[in-house]
């Protein structure tokens, strides 16, 4: 399958990823990917961005040799009720929105809390990806997800890095799986990310087209395969970039 775009990836600025912005844009280029999209963590990650960071992005080009860069955030949820640690009149400035839950933003809770966490990230109107849904250090039900998901028009994310044997997260590929097969079920969208912390894996997806073929996976619902199905998951029209 060809992967188009890449949204979620991190720079230096998140604190604990190792390459330049300029980089990364490098090697989306050098893949041949149609788009590129950085969403460093917000603060209440240690190191990570300050609000501020997120409010210059104008001095960022939206080409780079053929590929459109877009400007994102990873959002961390950081109680049960789905808050975030960004504010929406920063959200409402970016292209998209991945709300995640980080072991060091939020420690995990029971079965209920996780989802509620989750379908309260789900109502705010900027989020349109869950960002990696697969770790079993917070113990989530993936058919209730997937369905919650598809009704709220939210994509959940396949994400190349969870599926990494040496992966902090839990049991990532075992729940990716899950996660796909809800997502079948009940016909919600996936969209397939890197999580890069190093330039030289930003567009790499070898370990989700594997993940993919195995399960047979419908094409139809995997959005990296059509730069109209991006549109899905952005707060702005590409017409207006």
Known sequence: MDFLFDLHTHTIASGHAYSTLKENMEEAAAKGLLAYGFSDHSEAVPGSCKNIYFMNFKAIPRRFKDVLILRGVEANIIDYKGNLDIDNGILGRLDYVIASLHTICIKPGSLEENMDAYFGAMSNRF???????????????????????????????????????????????????????????????????????????????????????????????????????????????????
């Open 127 to 241: 989020v349109k990806i869950i960002g990696h849904p697969d770790d079993g250090r917070y113990p989530i039900d993936h058919d209730e997800l997937a369905k919650e998901a598809n009704k709220r028009g939210i994509v959940l994310e396949l994400n190349n890095s969870s599926l990494n044997p040496d992966s902090a997260r839990q049991n990532g590929r075992e729940n990716a799986i899950k996660m796909l097969e809800a997502a079948k079920k009940y016909g919600t969208n996936v969209i397939c990310n890197t999580d890069s912390h190093y330039a030289d894996s930003v567009g790499d997806f070898r370990n989700c087209d594997i993940l993919l073929r195995e399960m047979d996976f419908p094409q139809e619902l995997i959005l990296n395969n059509s730069m109209e199905k991006l549109k899905l998951v952005l707060n702005k029209s590409i017409e207006e970039m």
